[in-house]
């Protein structure tokens, strides 16, 4: 069975600081892994996405995940918040063996606090 | 060129009638897909469409909920005798295999449907 899981629904940071928004997962295979942003009331639009290339994957904005197959993470982060990083995040996972269906996990909310 | 494109937009509708939400894929896109997202939730897949090949209905929630496409083209959700539950975002994404690789998503606005 393969699933996402994002632990924290809500997150909230100071602006200028450090963002980190957790996802793990597990597969029977070796999985494709993607961050995806929803801003207000708008669509979701791809952030990064790791294909067993690098294992550090750089992000639009700012963002970079790093996957850890001993930890069966890929975390989000960045930097310095700034306000417009506030959004939904969600992480998602999709299989090698098939590629073309996605598994999304639940969310986590950022607040970015001035 | 165009993105995915979704309409209406948003659907108020009475609980107990039919309502067609409507997904125009970017120009293509070989997979096509539903997913539905309540408020304060994550998305929870519905159906997909991969060609030709017989749709992934394994999502449906029930019998009231089903989904056609035409072709590599236009898909329409169809949601027969709604329900309050039924309320939500329906978002469509399409894709295609880049490099024969990975599939990245490409999504829809999305469709507000408010059952009352």
């Known amino acids: 069975a393969q699933s996402v899981t994002q632990l924290g629904s809500h997150v909230s940071v100071s602006e200028g600081a450090l963002v980190l928004l957790r996802c793990n997962y597990s597969s029977s295979v070796p999985p494709y892994l993607f961050w995806y942003v929803q801003y207000p009331n708008q669509g979701l639009q791809l952030l990064l996405k790791?294909?067993?290339?690098?294992?550090l994957v750089k992000g639009i904005n700012g963002f970079e995940a790093e996957f850890k197959k001993s930890e069966t993470s890929f975390h989000l982060t960045k930097p310095s918040a700034h306000m417009s990083d506030a959004a939904e995040y969600f992480c998602?996972?999709?299989?090698?063996?098939?590629?073309?269906?996605?598994?999304f996990g639940t969310g986590t909310s950022l607040t970015v606090i001035p | 060129g165009a993105g995915v494109s979704q309409s209406p937009s948003n659907k108020v509708t009475e609980k107990g009638k039919d309502v067609e939400l409507r997904c125009d894929p970017i120009s293509g896109h070989t997979a096509l897909y539903w997913y539905r997202q309540r408020l304060g939730q994550g998305l929870e897949f519905l159906i997909y469409f991969q060609g030709n090949s017989a749709p992934d209905k394994s999502g449906l929630p029930s019998d009231r909920f089903s989904a056609e496409r035409t072709g590599e083209s236009v898909s329409t959700l169809t949601i027969q005798r709604t329900q309050q539950e039924d309320s939500a975002v329906y978002l469509c994404?399409?894709?295609?295999?880049?490099?024969?690789?990975?599939?990245?998503?490409?999504f829809g606005p999305g469709t507000r449907l408010t059952v009352l």
């Open positions: 998602a996972v999709s299989l090698s063996n098939t590629g073309n269906q996605f598994y």
């Open positions: 994404a399409s894709s295609t295999p880049r490099s024969g690789v990975t599939w990245e998503q490409f």
């Open positions: 790791y294909t067993s290339a690098a294992t």
